[in-house]
């Protein structure tokens, strides 16, 4: 089946710092969209980008879709204690004829840690 | 909005024993979804309702597993004769539908709720 690989795993930062974090996938999507989730909670949609090459900014939430439709990226800039979470990312497939079918296809995660 | 609900957000249970979740997608949205998510993965597709049409299944479905959503708004999903290895968070998520007004670029993106939680002792 569709695997997207994310990475880093985790990452340990300072408050204040930029955050970088990607996704890469063997197949083409038609959608990417960006989560959060905090422990014991749903994941919460923080961004969804439509157009291969569109960059689309949330606050200091910045993020991507490749041009080669197989991979985004996401950057947090001016980090905070509370961007500490668990970072999603997850994509469409298009189907044949253009329709979505609409299942997600979710990356492993990125644990964040902001140290103030 | 109201967001997308759940419950119960906590179920323990004995293996062998029948669980009931239940979802309820914000207003208008058509469209509802079920993942799985076990300790340190993304949350996993199991099936996908338009209106109240069950448009596609995961083979994580096994027959042990049934999802319903007979009106087309609430839904719920049943895990007969659980096992320990369906421990995990149930999330369900909903999608309004294309092309009405300020919801025409947003069909794709899904609302998650807070999940039930399932342990199978």
């Known amino acids: ?116 | 909005d109201t967001g997308v609900s759940q419950d119960p957000r906590h179920k323990i249970t004995k293996r062998g024993q029948n669980v009931t979740f239940r979802c309820d997608p914000i207003s208008e949205h058509n469209r509802l979804y079920w993942y799985r998510q076990t300790l340190g993965q993304g949350p996993e597709f199991l099936t996908y309702f338009q209106n109240e049409a069950q448009l596609e299944k995961s083979r994580l479905l096994s027959d042990r597993f049934s999802a319903e959503r007979p009106k087309g708004s609430f839904s719920t999903l049943e895990i007969q004769r659980t096992e320990q290895g369906d421990s995990a968070m149930y999330l369900c998520a909903s999608s309004p539908p294309p092309g009405q007004g300020r919801l025409a670029v947003r069909y794709n993106e899904q609302f998650f709720g807070p999940g039930t939680r399932l342990t199978v002792l």
């Not at chain 1, 990417?32 to 569109?54: C, F, N, R, S």
């Open chain 1, 1 to 116: 089946g569709q695997q997207l690989n994310q990475s880093p795993q985790s990452m340990f930062i300072q408050e204040g710092e930029d955050v970088s974090m990607n996704c890469t996938s063997s197949s083409i999507f038609n959608t990417w969209l960006w989560y959060k989730q905090d422990p014991g909670e749903g994941p919460v949609l923080l961004i969804a980008l439509y157009k291969a090459g569109e960059l689309t900014s949330n606050g200091r939430l910045t993020a991507q879709f490749g041009i080669t439709r197989k991979d985004s990226f996401l950057n947090i800039s001016a980090s905070i204690p509370s961007d500490v979470g668990i970072y999603f990312c997850a994509g469409q497939l298009m189907y044949a004829g253009g329709t979505s079918y609409g299942k997600l296809t979710f990356g492993q995660g990125t644990i964040l840690t902001v140290h103030p």
